[in-house]
């Protein structure tokens, strides 16, 4: 590799399982040229092409996508020091939400085939990004397998179980993150560093440039500040449910708002139908966050849940982030899945770090 190269630190990536982008878009902040992502979801290629203009979106499944086919498209070369590989690949099946198992089985053995690519194309550079549950069954997930093989094949790693919040995030997220080198042996993962300010109160609100809206608005703008509809019933419970952390017990004793299923069972699935807090982090935004019914997704004051780009900013995309999709939940779902700009901007720049500093 050229030497001028490196002591630019001119990394460059492809994206696997990029979904909205939000993996490319913290890599290019962090000044990796990311060549391509590659998604098996259409609904995300005109999100992630109007934001990331410089990547071309491969519209393919990696599990019948060839390694020539993949070499064609994007133009990498085997053994090439200055690649990394992102892996972050769907997390249904290893998510600890209650998820439909059918559907969810499709994500399970994605590591398997991300495992080929690295097999085939030596990247200088891997990362994966995905839920902790791949940690925490790694028999089952082929985890263990795959580390071993990665130490095999002469690859140095690091991992672990992080949370988001201490990443610029201002959501309570763990998450798992591994990150793997064969040319650079001390390979690390961001240094955590804890902020008091990342609360909620600091990204959304009217301070923020969030107006005030009813459930239902409607926002044709690129901004999105669309909330989803509510039933009379759930506008109600909202208004019985105390402002600024409130939860369900607002109501758990009105017959006609009380839910059959939650009767005197105080205890359990607290979170349903809860107001976030203005003081506290977010938490986690899942591609359910528009739904007041799925967690605590109302908004701290109004009557409402999150607007798309009140869960989009808690994510960390810029508000000029602009998403499309063929409905509110196709593009909730984009955000939820995506890995937070932030915390993947910090992964990229520590990267860049470690590649300048590698005796390569």
Known sequence: MRKVEKALGKLKAI????????????????????LAGIDNDVECKETYELNNPDSDFIHADINHLSESDFQKRTGIQRNDDSVVFIGCSPCQYWTQINTRKTKATETKNL???????????????????????????????KL???LEHLKQIGYAYAYGIINANHYGVPQKRKRFILAASRVVKNIKIPEPKEDLSLVIKDFIGVGNGFPRIEAGHEDDSDFLHTAACLSEKNILRL????????????????PYLQIEAYKGKDHIFR???????????????????????NGRFSHPEEHRGLSVREGATL???????VFKGPNIGSIARQIGNAVP???????????VKEFRNADI
């Open 15 to 34: 994206d696997f399982f990029c979904g909205a982008g939000g993996m490319t878009y913290g890599f290019r902040l962090a000044g990796i040229k990311v």
């Open 111 to 141: 590591l398997k085939e991300f495992r080929r690519f690295v097999d085939h194309f030596k990247p200088g550079f891997i990362v994966i990004e995905n839920v902790p549950g791949l940690l925490k069954r790694k028999k089952e997930s």
């Open 144 to 146: 263990d397998d795959f």
């Open 239 to 254: 208004r019985k449910t105390d402002p600024n952390g409130g939860n369900r017990w607002g109501w758990k004793d009105d």
């Open 271 to 293: 979170d349903v139908y809860g107001r976030m807090s203005w003081n506290k982090p977010a938490p986690t935004i899942t591609t359910k966050f528009i739904r007041t019914s």
């Open 315 to 321: 994510q960390t995309f810029p508000k000029s982030y």
């Open 341 to 351: 700009p932030e915390l993947s901007r910090r992964i990229g720049e520590t990267l």
